[in-house]
């Protein structure tokens, strides 16, 4: 198993106590939210940064096989790096980098940066005082962003070192003791946040929609319009069921909670996944 979306429910069942998961339901969502985004969007990021630029290929080509083994023979680690890397450039057109769709994926890296900036001025992790889902969901892409690959790497420090420091802090949070009331209330969601979301509507929004209309119509391509900007790749499946999970997440919610929760998302762009 590797969707670690699942896998974090999983370990949410198995273990009490330490939740990374808000028990108000509104904010669960919105935690859950940013998770997908970060899981989903912001790995087109990461991909195409290590992918699409010569240091960021050559620097995985390097350490990556080497990851297998460091006593392996050092023939064998310099194949693997090739193969490896050449299996992965053939990939972006997968992942949705290209062309046409680098410039869109490019100006999203640099806005989260500086909004992630803003936002942990007022907030230690992105739900408030104690880290959930979408601190986690973000560490993923971002520990190989901000720490791993040296042309985004370089883009954090000049735009947003604080991210970066704090990206090194989320690989070992065992000395966090999270208080009950943490978590951001419903009722008092920070502008910052706010800010996000509207990221998250203004990129993500739009390519999960367009995916799952071509999935429908059996199309093979995802054509749509991001920011602005043509996006085109090929249609993904897996991220059809995202939102799907997304929408049964939304339906499953109390009346009064999905009022509350539609009120918060109007305007982001985010309106648009239940539409």
């Known amino acids: 198993r590797t969707d670690t979306t699942l896998l974090i429910r999983e370990l949410e069942g198995r273990q009490a106590g330490r939740s990374v998961v808000p028990q108000d339901p509104v904010v669960a969502f919105l935690d859950a939210l940013v998770e997908d985004y970060a899981d989903e969007w912001v790995t087109k990021c990461m991909f195409h940064y290590r992918w699409a630029y010569a240091p960021d290929i050559d620097k995985a080509a390097r350490i990556l096989p ?20 050449q299996r992965q450039i053939e990939r972006l057109w ?17 806005r989260l940066l500086l909004l992630l900036d803003a936002h942990l001025t007022t907030s230690r992790f992105v739900m408030g005082a104690r880290p959930g889902t979408a601190d986690f969901g973000l560490y993923g892409q971002l520990s190989q962003l901000v720490a791993f690959d040296p042309t985004p790497a370089a883009i954090a420090l000049e735009l947003a070192p604080r991210v970066a420091a704090w990206v090194d802090l989320l690989e070992d949070l065992s000395g966090v003791e999270p208080a009950d009331d ?26 999960l929609v367009a995916n799952a209309e071509a999935l429908a119509h059996s199309a093979e391509r995802v054509e749509c319009e991001i920011d602005g900007r043509p996006w085109v790749q090929r249609p993904f499946p897996y991220q ?5 999970r997304l929408r049964e997440g939304h339906t499953a919610l109390g009346t009064s909670d999905r009022r509350v929760l539609d009120a918060i998302l109007a305007g982001s762009g985010c309106e648009r996944l239940f539409a």
């Open 66 to 85: 080497r990851w297998f083994g460091t006593n392996q023979p050092e023939e064998t680690a310099i194949a693997m790096g090739k193969e490896f890397a």
């Open 94 to 110: 997968v992942v949705g980098s290209n062309k046409t769709t680098g410039p869109v994926i490019e100006a999203s890296y640099r």
């Open 182 to 207: 943490g978590w951001t209330s419903r009722d008092t969601v920070p502008a910052t946040f706010r800010a996000l979301l509207e990221e998250i509507g203004r990129v993500y929004v739009p390519f």
């Open 240 to 244: 059809a069921k995202c939102l799907a």
